[in-house]
């Protein structure tokens, strides 16, 4: 059986003779893009265990406090996190506003697949841009303080405090931007794997889908108990920003946003 497939309208305008280069390169990217989410999900998941022993930080603090005490850490950021999204996601939006998705005409499971992978495309960017930009405190405002992260020493607290900043983010954005990543995510695993040659044949694609489907389902369990975790938790007032507190060292870019994404 055959499917039709969406046309492809990105060769002429970019990349030109480049183009099977560039969209390797975009595969590859959402492949460290989307190991990167599973960390991420994995690393916020650790919310849900709160403090195992009287008088230590959280085990999500002590995560965190791993991760910003990593070496060379912006250098890492940039190569294996920022300039990856970056390219991925700038170069997906051109594929998911050039491309002509057509389920509603070939309604095969395929086409629904590419076409909820566009949307979620979307729904991903629009969600990256306000997790980034609320937790580094680009926010003013009440508002601001209240979404900013706080890694040293308030990471769990301010992570809370911002779930529980507007009744909106914490039951709406978040479940709708943790659902797309994780499809997104799962179904970008598959497909690359036939981009790359690695699953040809049908049995091969049906073996790797069960496998994504698994992949999806413990990212989104994951993001799911990271979400219940904070919503069950009361807001706790935070004082103002210490002299060692990395949010006081910018009042507009005061964080790296390691929670939740």
């Known amino acids: 059986m055959t499917t039709a497939t969406a046309t492809?309208?990105?060769?002429?305008?970019?990349?030109?003779?480049?183009?099977?280069?560039i969209r390797r390169l975009h595969s590859l990217s959402g492949i460290i893009f989307g190991g990167y989410i599973v960390i991420h999900l994995l690393v916020n998941a650790t919310l849900i265990e709160g403090v195992r022993s009287p008088g230590e930080p959280s085990v999500y603090?002590?995560?965190?406090?791993?991760?910003?005490?990593?070496?060379f850490l912006v250098a890492v950021e940039w190569?294996?996190?920022?300039?990856?999204?970056?390219?991925?996601?700038?170069?997906?939006?051109?594929i998911t506003f050039t491309a002509q998705p057509n389920p509603w005409n070939y309604p095969y499971a395929k086409n629904w697949f590419y076409f909820f992978q566009r949307v979620s495309a979307i729904v991903i960017a629009l969600f990256i841009a306000f997790h980034v930009l609320a937790m580094k405190g680009a926010?003013?405002?009440?508002?601001?303080?209240?979404?900013?992260?706080?890694?040293?020493?308030?990471?769990t607290e301010s992570t809370v405090n911002h779930m529980h900043a507007r009744g909106w983010i914490g039951y709406l954005v978040y479940p709708i931007g943790i659902l797309a990543s994780c499809y997104h995510l799962a179904n970008g695993f598959w497909t690359a794997a036939i981009t790359w040659g690695l699953t040809i044949s049908a049995r091969a694609q049906r073996r790797w889908g069960f496998a994504c489907t698994g992949l999806f389902v413990f990212t989104f369990v994951c993001g799911l108990l990271a979400l219940a975790a904070t919503l069950r938790t009361a807001r706790t007032p935070l004082p103002g920003p210490?002299?060692?507190?990395r949010t006081a060292t910018s009042a507009v870019w005061p964080a790296r946003p390691w929670s939740f994404g």
């Open 139 to 155: 926010f003013g405002g009440q508002l601001g303080a209240e979404l900013t992260f706080r890694p040293v020493k308030y990471a």
């Open 8 to 21: 492809d309208l990105t060769l002429p305008a970019i990349g030109g003779r480049h183009h099977f280069l």
């Open 242 to 245: 210490a002299v060692n507190d």
């Open 79 to 94: 190569a294996l996190i920022y300039l990856p999204i970056l390219f991925h996601t700038f170069y997906g939006l051109w």
């Open 61 to 71: 603090q002590q995560q965190v406090d791993k991760i910003h005490g990593l070496p």
